[in-house]
């Protein structure tokens, strides 16, 4: 979500910034673009980063031997490393 939301917020950013030429006597709306474009990519780039996160993974497997009856055991985990 925070992807799309980046890219929609530097599209109108840009829209704003290049593609209008309306001047409004109380806002200037190169400024805003501007503003909106710097945003969008710092979301972007957030969205990035928490995507990378998410992927990172840790498998443990451990193997044992019981002593009562003899039978090898083995136990696996998967943990998501979120932090």
Not at 25 to 39: N, Q
Not at 43 to 71: F, H, M, N, Q, W
């Amino acid at each position: 979500m925070s992807l799309g939301f980046g890219i929609f917020l530097f599209a109108v950013g840009a829209i704003l910034a290049f593609a209008l030429d309306v001047t409004v006597s109380w806002i200037d709306l190169k400024t805003v673009g501007y503003i909106l474009m710097g945003a969008g990519f710092v979301i972007v780039i957030i969205g990035i980063a928490l995507i990378a996160r998410k992927r990172s993974s840790t498998a443990t497997t451990r193997s044992a031997v019981d002593p009562v009856s003899g039978e090898q055991i083995t136990r696996s985990e998967r943990r998501d490393d979120i932090v």
